[in-house]
């Protein structure tokens, strides 16, 4: 007797990093106002849902991710984002879920963000609630501020706390080379050391302005000298090791080294994919004997978070 058949939905979202990162005195709610030009790069998390009577999720990472640095079941964002979309629908979450994170976690590059926004368009086609796309991107901010862009992609303007996005016309590919690094850092600490490291930041952040025409402009020499990373120095001050990656990169022909977001890892703008993979190999290299860094080259921009495998599979359970 033939069964009901299964529906499997993988999506998959893009990490980010900030071309831009102007950071403004904390709010009362104790958030920091951004104005902020994100930009989705070729590394990426996969979630795939599938039909069940409960929910579960399962973790599978890169080989340079650490398993037990993904929040466990119960803990994980793509748990909240279930549940906040269940309810927004009146339903119960239901769902077998598998997140494979390609994206480092504490990196900097918002992978919990990615996997939030990948889960919450997955769910949506699971639960067939067909979510107007304003309802989703209002989750999508509730559960954190990078999760909105993790959903739109390609280069983005994020202002408020990051939350609210419009898009940025942006042609041009960008090669990046990524430093990661095996010793994360936590976001919030590093907003915190900015506090403390400037105490008298204005309320209003450095505007992106000149970061914007040089993307206009599709020159990489012109967008190197407009990088800015407001949370560079904190994340230097808390992890002075990294200054030497960035100079290291530089001298290596990099036309900027810059931390990503909040750190820890290094991004390093290109010319082109062949400069890019020069880069990288010069990076892995500098390591001699000792262990070399995990060393990845990506470009942008590309898409958010998207559908790549939509099926219904012979339920044989
Ligand atoms: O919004 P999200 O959950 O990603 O933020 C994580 C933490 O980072 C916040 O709890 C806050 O400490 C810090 N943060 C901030 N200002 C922002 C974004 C994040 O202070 N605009």
Redesign the pocket.
């Given at each position: 007797m033939s069964r009901p058949s299964s529906l499997v939905t993988t999506v998959r979202a893009p990490a980010k990093i900030n071309l831009h990162l102007g950071?403004g005195a904390?709010r009362e709610d104790?958030?920091?106002?951004?104005v902020t030009v994100y930009q989705a790069i070729g590394l990426y998390d996969d979630v795939t849902v599938r039909d069940a009577g409960s929910w579960g999720l399962g973790v599978t990472v890169a080989d340079y991710v650490a398993h037990d640095s993904v929040p466990q079941h119960g803990d994980n964002i793509i748990d909240r984002a279930a549940a906040l979309l269940a309810a927004h629908h009146g339903l119960e979450p239901r769902g077998e879920v598998h997140v494979t994170k390609s994206i480092p976690v504490a990196g900097g590059m918002a992978g919990g963000?990615a996997d939030a926004a990948a889960a919450l368009v997955a769910l949506d086609r699971l639960w067939a609630v067909n979510t107007p796309d304003e309802d989703l991107l209002a989750i999508a901010a509730e559960?954190?501020?990078?999760?909105p862009f993790a959903l739109l992609g390609g280069t983005a303007l994020g202002t408020g706390?990051?939350?609210i996005v419009d898009p940025v016309a942006d042609d041009n590919t960008w090669w990046w080379v990524l430093r990661l690094s095996p010793v994360g850092l936590s976001?919030?600490d590093v907003?915190?050391h900015f506090d403390r490291m400037f105490p008298d930041a204005p309320p209003t952040p450095a505007p992106a302005d000149a970061l914007l025409a040089a993307l206009a402009s599709q020159d990489p020499e012109a967008l190197a000298a407009t990088l800015h990373n407001d949370l560079q120095a904190p994340a230097l001050d808390l992890r002075p090791d990294l200054e030497k990656q960035l100079a290291f990169g530089e001298a290596e022909g990099a036309l900027r080294g810059l931390v990503s977001g909040?750190g820890p890892t290094c991004v390093y703008l290109c010319e082109s994919g062949d400069h890019a993979r020069a880069v990288a190999g010069a990076l892995v290299a500098s390591a001699g004997d000792a262990a070399p860094p995990v060393v990845l080259v990506a470009n942008g921009p590309v898409a958010g978070a998207h559908v790549v495998e939509y099926s219904h599979l012979e339920d044989h359970r």
């Amino acid at each position: 007797m033939s069964r009901p058949s299964s529906l499997v939905t993988t999506v998959r979202a893009p990490a980010k990093i900030n071309l831009h990162l102007g950071v403004g005195a904390p709010r009362e709610d104790g958030m920091h106002p951004l104005v902020t030009v994100y930009q989705a790069i070729g590394l990426y998390d996969d979630v795939t849902v599938r039909d069940a009577g409960s929910w579960g999720l399962g973790v599978t990472v890169a080989d340079y991710v650490a398993h037990d640095s993904v929040p466990q079941h119960g803990d994980n964002i793509i748990d909240r984002a279930a549940a906040l979309l269940a309810a927004h629908h009146g339903l119960e979450p239901r769902g077998e879920v598998h997140v494979t994170k390609s994206i480092p976690v504490a990196g900097g590059m918002a992978g919990g963000s990615a996997d939030a926004a990948a889960a919450l368009v997955a769910l949506d086609r699971l639960w067939a609630v067909n979510t107007p796309d304003e309802d989703l991107l209002a989750i999508a901010a509730e559960l954190g501020s990078d999760v909105p862009f993790a959903l739109l992609g390609g280069t983005a303007l994020g202002t408020g706390r990051g939350e609210i996005v419009d898009p940025v016309a942006d042609d041009n590919t960008w090669w990046w080379v990524l430093r990661l690094s095996p010793v994360g850092l936590s976001t919030p600490d590093v907003y915190r050391h900015f506090d403390r490291m400037f105490p008298d930041a204005p309320p209003t952040p450095a505007p992106a302005d000149a970061l914007l025409a040089a993307l206009a402009s599709q020159d990489p020499e012109a967008l190197a000298a407009t990088l800015h990373n407001d949370l560079q120095a904190p994340a230097l001050d808390l992890r002075p090791d990294l200054e030497k990656q960035l100079a290291f990169g530089e001298a290596e022909g990099a036309l900027r080294g810059l931390v990503s977001g909040s750190g820890p890892t290094c991004v390093y703008l290109c010319e082109s994919g062949d400069h890019a993979r020069a880069v990288a190999g010069a990076l892995v290299a500098s390591a001699g004997d000792a262990a070399p860094p995990v060393v990845l080259v990506a470009n942008g921009p590309v898409a958010g978070a998207h559908v790549v495998e939509y099926s219904h599979l012979e339920d044989h359970r």
